[in-house]
């Protein structure tokens, strides 16, 4: 597509609950990377993507997080027994290339609420 | 471990002075810096980076400078405008590394 795409946009979900988060990357990017942005805060690294694997996964808070990339393409990001401290932004990015000197191209995000 | 550190957190200018945004890296190994701009309720878009190579690189109103032998790195911004107004992210990136590491953010306020 013409940019990473992210859905939910929003999503409310009460504690104790999975919910899984997808980002659908720009078309022939490589490189998928998800962050994590708590209200006023910077940006978190969670994990990368290089294709189908997940060569850095150091990222990810705790065993409830996990994500899966299929096809070179999509991914997703599933958070297990929801918590209130994970409400934030999830965002997506991606690049053409793993190669230090490209930029990212980040989706819109998704907002998790957990109530 | 990797760290980037930003300041100031908060910065406000009047239109039609300049900004300046200072940032620090731990891993002398980074050779890649970003700049992004996310305004409010968007995503974050990159805006201009910086290689180890050079020491300065300018875009019409912007413009980033480099000390590899301070780890430090700036982005100056000239003849503000309200527009402007959004959160910068600085962030480093090595050769080899798989991950960018972002700083904080400083909040830019223009006032016209």
């Known amino acids: 597509g013409a940019g990473v795409s992210q859905s939910p946009s929003n999503k409310v979900t009460e504690k104790g609950k999975d919910v899984e988060l997808r980002c659908d990357p720009i078309?022939?990017?490589?490189?998928l990377y998800w962050y994590r942005q708590s209200l006023g805060q910077g940006l978190e690294f969670l994990i990368y993507?290089?294709?189908?694997?997940?060569?850095?996964k150091s990222g990810l808070p705790s065993d409830r997080f996990s994500a899966e990339r299929t096809g070179g393409s999509v991914s997703t990001l599933t958070i297990q027994r929801t918590q209130q401290e994970d409400s934030a932004v999830y965002l997506c990015a991606s690049s053409s290339k793993p190669d230090y000197a490209y930029g990212y191209t980040f989706g819109s995000g998704t907002r998790l609420t957990v109530v | 471990g990797e760290n980037v550190e930003q300041h100031p957190s908060t910065l406000s200018v009047q239109e039609g002075d300049s900004a300046v945004i200072k940032c620090t890296y731990s891993?002398?190994?980074?050779?890649?810096f970003p700049w992004y701009k996310q305004e409010l309720g968007k995503r974050p878009q990159l805006i201009i980076d910086i290689r180890s190579n050079v020491g300065e690189k300018k875009d019409q109103r912007i413009a980033v400078t480099l000390n590899k032998t301070a780890k430090h790195f700036s982005l100056h911004i000239t003849e503000t405008q309200p527009e402007d107004s959004a959160v910068y992210f600085c962030?480093?990136?090595?050769?080899?590394?798989?991950?960018?590491?972002f700083g904080a953010g400083t909040r830019l306020f223009v006032k016209a």
């Open positions: 078309s022939g990017h490589t490189a």
């Open positions: 891993d002398s190994a980074s050779n890649y």
């Open positions: 962030a480093a990136r090595n050769t080899g590394g798989f991950k960018t590491i």
């Open positions: 993507f290089q294709g189908n694997s997940a060569p850095d």
